[in-house]
């Protein structure tokens, strides 16, 4: 079964399990201001937000659908016969030049972040993103871009890959295993998923934990290779300048680093406050409710939403 806030058509994908978009209903009911408004859903994922938005829209609203994944609109396409829907490849650090190309700048009414990595991206072997399969070391979201996970790893120092371990994996055993991979390296190059979740299992097989040794590795490669801290520090001040007064930002975060950023943000967009010595300003976001968890249904049937937080501000008007 189901919870009653899932989609009627949710995405199902051929290389892996049904992809659930994560607390749709809570999403679509703070977004959803006016329905012939302009909306932005910054990470489309396998499009589940997305549809839901749709729905909700009338025939004047339009929704612009960004992610850097190129298979993300080929493996799940949404139709749109009142022309409300434009789907871009892009990263969402380039939503404001994306909304200055359409004229958006201040009339956003609704701008949407899901920053979990969507389920068939996890099954797809070919992505590395996973160690429970076996298959090349690459963790892009975009594969034409930047370099691979193996091409980092095999080339960065070791003080530089401890403390990407240690910096977006909190990982405590940072120091062993980026001195084993590079003796390891030096042997035989790290090129697969299962290489390193070995190699990281022997290295911090004492260790007391609830989930698999290299969890906490692979998350790390992965934010650094995507630059995903980074890019989100990046898109949020922009979003002040796309959204209307009275327009919504709502975010959903995964992991603590990337929910602290989100605090962060709207805390202080909220407060007016500025670092000294700058001069404070005023207040830009409002807070919406509190911060909103899965239900215990949702997370039944979607595993994955267990650690899904979802924040929301409103520009004040």
């Not at 703070?30 to 937000?49: E, K, M, Q, S």
């Not at 609203?61 to 992610?67: C, F, I, Q, V, Y």
């Not at 200055?100 to 068939?120: E, K, N, Y």
Request: some cysteine; glycine content about 6%; hydrophobic content about 35%.
């Amino acid at each position: 079964m189901r919870p009653n806030n899932f989609p009627d058509d949710f995405t199902t994908t051929p290389n892996g399990p049904n992809h659930y978009p994560v607390m749709v209903e809570e999403v679509v009911s703070a977004l959803i201001t006016d329905p012939n408004g302009c909306y932005v859903d910054a990470t489309y994922g396998r499009g589940g937000h997305s549809s839901a938005i749709l729905r909700q829209l009338a025939d004047k609203g339009k929704l612009l659908s960004m992610d850097k994944d190129p298979q993300a609109f080929t493996a799940s396409p949404l139709k749109d016969s009142h022309n409300r829907l434009e789907l871009i490849q892009s990263c969402f650090s380039q939503l404001h030049e994306q909304i200055l190309q359409r004229s958006w700048q201040g009339r956003v009414h609704g701008i949407l972040f899901d920053l979990g990595v969507s389920s068939p991206q996890f099954e797809q072997p070919e992505r590395g993103f996973s160690f429970r399969f076996d298959g090349p070391l690459d963790m892009r979201f975009d594969p034409a871009t930047g370099i691979s996970a193996a091409t980092w790893i095999n080339s960065a120092s070791e003080k530089e890959i401890g403390n990407v371990l240690k910096k977006y994996g909190e990982e405590p055993a940072y120091r062993r295993i980026s001195r084993a991979i590079v003796e390891q390296r030096t042997q035989t190059p790290i090129e697969n998923t299962r290489q390193l979740a070995e190699l990281v299992a022997r290295v911090a097989r004492h260790s007391k934990r609830t989930h698999h040794p290299a969890t906490q590795t692979f998350q790390a490669i992965r934010i650094h290779i995507n630059q995903e801290l980074e890019n989100l520090d990046k898109v949020l001040p922009q979003t002040l300048d796309c959204l209307a007064p009275g327009g919504r930002l709502a975010v959903i975060s995964f992991h603590s680093l990337e929910d602290r950023a989100v605090k962060r943000f709207l805390r202080h967009q909220s407060h007016g406050k500025q670092p000294w010595p700058v001069t404070p300003e005023p207040s830009r976001i409002r807070l919406i409710g509190k911060t909103q968890k899965p239900s215990a249904g949702e997370i039944a049937v979607n595993p994955r939403a267990r650690s899904a937080i979802l924040r929301i501000g409103e520009k004040i008007k």
